[in-house]
């Protein structure tokens, strides 16, 4: 029989902590610029395929999906913009 390791160790070995670190998505094939996996933006896709009805979106509606995404991102910064102390004149 082979050495028996603790279940906090094997679950170490078997799970990548930096997998879904970035909303960002790594280069891939498709073209997806966002990381649908990651803990923030996964809700959001979730409800975004409910209010579709769809279980599985086609790439337009991914790429709608992302648009939003990017859309809300250019909002947030805007908003911390306008936010950062200073007074209007």
């Given at each position: 029989m082979?050495?028996?390791i603790?279940?906090?160790?094997?679950?170490?070995?078997?799970s990548?902590?930096?997998?879904n670190?970035?909303?960002?998505?790594?280069?891939?094939k498709?073209?997806?610029m966002?990381?649908?996996n990651?803990p923030?933006i996964?809700?959001?896709y979730?409800?975004?395929?409910d209010?579709?009805?769809?279980?599985?979106?086609?790439?337009?509606?991914?790429?709608t999906?992302e648009?939003l995404i990017?859309?809300?991102?250019?909002?947030?910064k805007?908003?911390?913009?306008?936010?950062?102390g200073?007074a209007?004149?």
């Amino acid at each position: 029989m082979g050495k028996k390791i603790s279940w906090e160790d094997a679950q170490k070995l078997g799970s990548d902590p930096n997998k879904n670190e970035s909303i960002y998505a790594p280069h891939n094939k498709y073209g997806y610029m966002i990381n649908i996996n990651h803990p923030k933006i996964r809700p959001m896709y979730e409800r975004y395929k409910d209010k579709l009805g769809e279980r599985i979106l086609s790439d337009r509606q991914r790429m709608t999906f992302e648009m939003l995404i990017f859309q809300m991102i250019e909002r947030n910064k805007n908003e911390q913009g306008d936010t950062d102390g200073k007074a209007d004149s």
